[in-house]
């Protein structure tokens, strides 16, 4: 159970304390609560995290996301100690992806390279061959001969997008993420008719039906570079929730909407909240600096074998 902490604390200000006392780095993803956007030292997409959890000076990695992030963090990093908030922060795309399943279509087809999105195990990333993020998937494929087909785990909304943008003769794991898969083409179409002079920008985690309507397909970060540098001046925005915040604060001449309703706004629905990624609170954020836990260990074996196609992605794009 969550220790309930003294609402008088300012919690801005002790977390500043903690981080200078534990010569901390707060990674924080998009995707998360305003307030722990706020307070990151770091604010990226998966790419942006790894490669500063890769880089840094910090004796201590607080990654405020999902936990596939901060195993990510700790395998390129073994020497840090890395905590997160909630360790029971997850994703339903690494959920759908056993490392038992992905061995046995390996071992059924002994030709084809494995790229394993970010979002798995370490037991799945050490399966694969290459990993990639949705901001250089598509780098990725393309680095890879030709001539050679490809396993693509576990997104089948971005191995779809992929496939089509370089050709490539790929199987497909059949994963979904739990919020880009719950978009509804009808209630987005009725948003653009409701705002004429909106556009449709989406992650290609959705759906075919609503990639189709999109005016700009990217990753989060990509899709976030889009809005400051596009002459529109109204989105529709298919993703999760949280970037919205970083959407504002880079055009805050500019309007947004989200393409589902979030959790906060009606309960029933919650199609662009991921329950993840909100696990984590600012009250979590200061226990975990505070107790330096929950912390994220790994047996040694495995995290060399999920390094090599980690390097990789890092490298890439
Ligand atoms: S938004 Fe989707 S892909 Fe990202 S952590 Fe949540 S469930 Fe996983």
Known sequence: MTEIINPSLDLFAEIERLKREQNAVILAHYYQEPDIQDIADVLGDSLALARKAQDTDADVIVLCGVHFMAETAKILNPTKKVVVPDMNAG????????????????AENPKHVVVSYVNTTAAVKALSDYCC???????????????????????VNLGRYVQEQTGRDMLLWQGTCVVHETFNEKYVLDLLAKNPRSELIAHPECEPPILRHAHFIGSTKKLLDYTKSSAATVFVVATESGILHAMRKGAPEKTFFEAAPSRDKDPTCGCSTCPYMKLNTLEKVF????????EVVLDEQLRLAALRPIERMVAIG
Do not use: G, H, M, Q
């Open 133 to 155: 993020t949705s901001s250089n998937a598509t780098a990725v494929v393309a680095s890879i001969p030709k001539d050679k087909p490809i396993i693509f785990a576990p997104d």
């Open 287 to 294: 226990l975990c600096l505070r107790d330096l836990k929950p």
């Open 91 to 106: 994703c339903s795309l690494a959920d759908s992806c056993k490392p038992e399943d992905l061995a046995k279509l390996k």
